[in-house]
């Protein structure tokens, strides 16, 4: 009862006394015995309700519990006569706190709530939330307010729930998981909020400020609704077999063309003239659209229209649609252009680095590999370490090290691995006196550890940010792995191509010499540098398969995680050819 404890006495009864037979909107006689409740005294109920729990109040006060009681008659009735209502008891509270008054008359909040309801209906996340729309729309020109009102608080409350469950967890209904049937309630705290807009006539505010306020979130949901207007365009079909060569012959030329202009990578009027010169191989025209279709889908851009080409090719606008929604509302999570940060995004494979409102660094990542994936984590570059030490995850132990120790006992050795007695005990064991019955992946009791220098797995660099999953960014001595395409190749870190600059950027941002960099650069001693205070640097590894970049082009990449996935018909984004 938290609504009426805060609200209800302090902003209603305060001010004047309610007779529930007064309108024939209010419950009638027959639902109060005939009896019609006037509320005295109001400033000692006030006092009772501010300063005791609401299951007293409820309990020892008969005449709010019987208003109580009347208001859940009122909106009980509506929900007999209206599909989809469900928090009958929140409403109950609400509708008693503002008097039975009407909560949505201003139309430009309508259209707001509306339009988010329709962006997040495209994702297909939320079943509930998809119908509720539908039923909104339905109930939009009723006769009786009433009808849509009640409806639309109810499924604010369950919006507001959605938004408050994707912070509480973890944002799982954003990446794969389903979202409970009937959504949480939000906080008393929000409604408190909701309440507080709707006394100051500013709910067209507060509808605004529940959808992502920034630049990336309007400029998806902007391209959305270009695809929408086509959302039933006729897609072509492919048959393509194996690689076709630039200069080759396509089967489905037209079909290709088709969509290289219907997303923009063709003009009409180049369509229009490989159509009229009947082209009928890749080359010309065709062959340039072709790339930047490529480049726009993170493929290599070398005009051969391979499998993941044909996969892109044959997305269907629906499906387009379906992940710049839901791109759109992971918006919600992470701030892709921070005044100070570094933004790791996970399927680009790819990082920035943000200084104080100016981009300063841009680097080719390597992230984790599907069965071993690079996790979503928000936390702050505390530290650089120069010539680190590599001590090895007993998963990778276990999985990837052991079982090359069986095979050979130099192996450790030779790629200048030490064997720790514990990770509380720094004893040295020599790999020799070891029985050779303990070199089993799941028998062997000690630790290990790479030493530094140029072929530890680390490299020269590695940056440490708080997390209990033990990732951090770093160098790598397998430098050829960033020629690469398709860079989904660690065990979970992330290794950086320029972390040198990387290095010397955050060291110069923390006021250290370019020659203090040079010197620890130089050194083969293990030194951890502590960034200086109010130095550290935020990092957001994030997972974003669709944006729009600086010249309003779309970007798409694979979704090398699965978690685009449509788990309601448990299907990829890109299926083999979506027919």
């Not at 201003?106 to 509720?132: G, H, K, N």
């Not at 130095?535 to 994030?542: E, H, T």
């Not at 729009?548 to 083999?576: E, T």
Request: net charge positive; glycine share 6%; proline share 4%.
């Amino acid at each position: 009862m938290t609504i009426c404890k805060y609200w209800y006495f302090t902003s209603v009864l305060c001010l004047f006394s309610i007779n529930l037979t007064a309108s024939s909107d209010l419950p009638s006689h027959s639902e109060t015995e005939n009896k019609t409740i006037v509320i005295k005294d109001k400033q000692i109920i006030t006092s009772e309700l501010m300063n005791s729990s609401d299951e007293k109040i409820f309990s020892n006060n008969h005449t709010v519990s019987q208003q109580y009681q009347v208001a859940k008659g009122w909106v009980k009735d509506i929900a007999n006569n209206v599909q989809g209502i469900q928090y009958i008891d929140k409403l109950a509270e609400l509708y008693l706190t503002i008097g039975y008054g009407q909560v949505w008359q201003d139309q430009i909040a309508m259209s707001e709530f509306e339009e988010q309801l329709y962006v997040l209906s495209l994702t297909r996340i939320s079943p509930d939330l998809t119908r509720r729309y539908h039923n909104l729309k339905r109930y939009r020109n009723n006769s009786d307010w009433r009808d849509y009102d009640v409806l639309a608080t109810d499924t604010l409350f369950a919006y507001m729930g959605f938004i408050e469950g994707i912070q509480k967890k973890g944002n799982l209904w954003l990446f794969g998981d389903i979202p409970p049937t009937i959504l949480p309630l939000p906080s008393d705290g929000f409604i408190e909020k909701l309440l507080r807009s709707h006394e100051q006539q500013r709910l067209r505010y507060f509808i605004a400020r529940l959808k992502p306020l920034d630049n990336e979130y309007t400029e998806l949901v902007t391209a959305l609704y270009k695809l929408n207007l086509i959302k039933d365009t006729r897609w072509p079909i492919f048959l393509f077999k194996g690689n076709i060569q630039p200069g080759q012959y396509v089967k489905n030329i037209e079909g290709v063309v088709t969509v290289l202009e219907t997303l923009g990578d063709m003009t009409a009027l180049e369509a229009e003239n490989a159509r009229s010169q009947k082209i009928q191989d890749l080359s010309g025209s065709v062959l340039i659209a072709v790339k930047r279709f490529q480049e726009r889908h993170g493929l290599k851009s070398d005009g051969v229209i391979g499998p993941q080409t044909q996969q892109w090719l044959a997305l269907n606008i629906k499906e387009r649609i379906r992940l710049l929604a839901l791109n759109a509302q992971r918006m919600r999570l992470w701030s892709v252009k921070p005044d100070t940060g570094i933004v790791v995004n996970i399927p680009s494979y790819y990082m920035n680095l943000w200084l104080e409102g100016e981009k300063v660094l841009g680097s080719k990542v390597i992230v984790g590999r599907p069965s071993r994936q690079t996790p979503m984590i928000y936390s702050d570059i505390q530290s650089v370490v120069f010539n680190p030490y590599w001590n090895v995850p007993n998963s990778i132990m276990k999985k990837d090290i052991m079982p090359k120790v069986r095979r050979n006992r130099n192996y450790l050795a030779n790629h200048n691995y030490e064997v720790i007695k514990g990770w509380d005990n720094g004893q040295k064991i020599a790999i020799n006196s070891i029985p050779y019955h303990l070199l089993s992946p799941n028998r062997f009791p000690y630790r290990l550890r790479q030493k530094p220098g140029k072929r530890n797995a680390l490299g020269l660099y590695k940056f440490n940010f708080p997390n209990n999953q033990a990732i951090y960014l770093h160098d790598t001595a397998s430098r050829s792995l960033f020629k690469k395409h398709e860079r989904a190749l660690s065990s979970g870190c992330i290794r950086v191509e320029q972390a040198k600059s990387l290095a010397k950027v955050l060291l110069e941002y923390s006021g250290s010499s370019e020659q203090r960099f040079d010197n620890l650069s130089r050194s083969r001693k293990t030194r951890t540098i502590v960034l200086g205070d109010n130095k550290s640097v935020p990092v957001d590894l994030i997972y974003q398969t669709a944006w729009v970049d600086d010249l309003g082009l779309v970007h798409y990449r694979s979704d090398i995680y699965q978690y685009d996935r449509d788990q309601r018909k448990n299907s990829s984004l890109i299926s083999a050819y979506n027919y």
